[in-house]
């Protein structure tokens, strides 16, 4: 049984005529009565009551009429889709990101790119920068949003520059930096750090644990490590700490006297900033990327 021989049944069936259904179906008589004939043999039953005036179906035909037509329904529906999704415009595509960024302006992209490929299904997953690499390079991500890679080099992966956000300080209130209005590396040297990480990561290989050492020379000392954002700003105002984050995580708690946020500065004087970047297999041909990509180009964007 084949897709054509159901759509030769399903014209049989809905003419009652061998001959107009062969013409309907650009094939001879003879040939559309041993494709049912064929049919037939593979049922195991008549579907069709005929000799040379009359034809109709058989109760078993009725039955597999309805069938055979959803078959063939769903068969075309599933080219349509086949070629849609190789065109990039139905499809899925899973997009990792770095715990946190949801505060940025992330959600716009999303709703942006949602609204112009409404049939591209989209699986969001959180973790850390490592995890996320990980699962880049194993495909289980199409692409990450993730601060960008220092210190190392995938081959393997191409990368986009998004922007820099400004990296910030957050101190609790009474601190005696507290009234600063900018602060340096060197000067937290001696501070207990709070970083927003997974309790399984070994501390030499944090993320912001090697961003301290690279900018400001020293390993931090880490007091407490904590993967929930709520988690460590409650940590931050009790007093057990301080850390730094982007300045998206925190643009909410400006007005929170528990807080203090303060811009960190580099050994020149100027803002600090961290960069972030989206990145993607260079092998990976998920034509839904390519789509993504198109529209985090676009010069409006309010990621770029």
Same mark, same amino acid.
């Given at each position: 049984?084949?897709?054509?021989?159901?759509?030769?049944?399903?014209?049989?069936?809905?003419?009652? +005529?061998?001959?107009?259904?062969?013409?309907?179906?650009?094939?001879? &008589?003879?040939?559309?009565? &041993?494709?049912?004939?064929?049919?037939?043999?593979?049922?195991?039953?008549?579907?069709?009551?005929?000799?040379?005036?009359?034809?109709?179906?058989?109760?078993?035909?009725?039955?597999?009429?309805?069938?055979?037509?959803?078959?063939?329904?769903?068969? +075309?529906?599933?080219?349509?889709?086949?070629?849609?999704?190789?065109?990039?415009?139905?499809?899925?595509?899973?997009?990792?990101?770095?715990?946190?960024?949801? &505060?940025?302006?992330?959600?716009?992209?999303?709703?942006?790119?949602?609204?112009?490929?409404?049939?591209?299904?989209?699986?969001?997953?959180?973790? +850390?920068?490592?995890?996320?690499?990980?699962?880049?390079?194993?495909?289980?991500?199409?692409?990450?949003?993730?601060?960008?890679?220092?210190?190392?080099?995938?081959?393997?992966?191409?990368?986009?520059?998004?922007?820099?956000?400004?990296?910030?300080?957050?101190?609790?209130?009474?601190?005696?930096?507290?009234?600063?209005?900018?602060?340096?590396?060197?000067?937290?040297?001696?501070?207990?750090?709070?970083?927003?990480?997974?309790?399984?990561?070994?501390?030499?290989?944090?993320?912001?644990?090697?961003?301290?050492?690279?900018?400001?020379?020293?390993?931090?000392?880490?007091?407490?490590?904590?993967?929930?954002?709520?988690?460590?700003?409650?940590?931050?105002?009790?007093?057990?700490?301080?850390?730094?984050?982007?300045?998206?995580?925190?643009?909410?708690?400006?007005? +929170?006297?528990?807080?203090?946020?303060?811009?960190?500065?580099?050994?020149?004087?100027?803002?600090?900033?961290?960069?972030?970047?989206?990145?993607?297999?260079?092998?990976?041909?998920?034509?839904?990327?390519?789509?993504?990509?198109?529209?985090?180009?676009?010069?409006?964007?309010?990621?770029?």
């Amino acid at each position: 049984m084949n897709i054509n021989q159901l759509e030769y049944f399903i014209s049989v069936a809905e003419t009652l +005529n061998f001959t107009r259904a062969a013409a309907k179906c650009f094939i001879s &008589q003879t040939a559309m009565t &041993q494709q049912i004939r064929a049919l037939e043999k593979t049922v195991g039953v008549p579907l069709f009551i005929r000799d040379k005036h009359h034809v109709e179906l058989t109760a078993a035909g009725r039955v597999y009429l309805n069938e055979a037509r959803m078959i063939v329904n769903r068969s +075309n529906e599933a080219l349509r889709m086949a070629r849609l999704a190789s065109e990039g415009i139905e499809g899925e595509l899973a997009i990792g990101f770095i715990r946190g960024y949801g &505060q940025s302006d992330f959600s716009r992209l999303l709703r942006t790119f949602h609204a112009t490929y409404p049939g591209i299904r989209i699986n969001l997953l959180r973790d +850390n920068m490592s995890i996320l690499m990980d699962r880049l390079r194993n495909r289980d991500c199409d692409l990450i949003f993730t601060i960008s890679p220092f210190k190392r080099e995938f081959p393997e992966l191409d990368h986009l520059y998004l922007r820099s956000y400004p990296l910030m300080a957050v101190l609790y209130a009474g601190h005696p930096l507290s009234d600063r209005s900018s602060l340096s590396y060197e000067e937290l040297e001696d501070e207990d750090f709070i970083m927003m990480q997974p309790t399984d990561r070994p501390r030499d290989q944090m993320e912001e644990s090697m961003l301290i050492y690279e900018r400001g020379g020293f390993l931090p000392r880490i007091s407490a490590i904590e993967g929930d954002q709520e988690t460590l700003l409650l940590m931050i105002a009790s007093g057990m700490g301080i850390s730094l984050l982007p300045e998206y995580i925190i643009r909410h708690c400006r007005k +929170n006297p528990d807080y203090r946020i303060i811009p960190m500065l580099r050994r020149d004087g100027s803002a600090e900033t961290i960069d972030f970047e989206v990145s993607w297999a260079v092998e990976n041909k998920n034509p839904a990327l390519e789509q993504f990509l198109g529209i985090l180009q676009q010069k409006d964007n309010p990621q770029i």
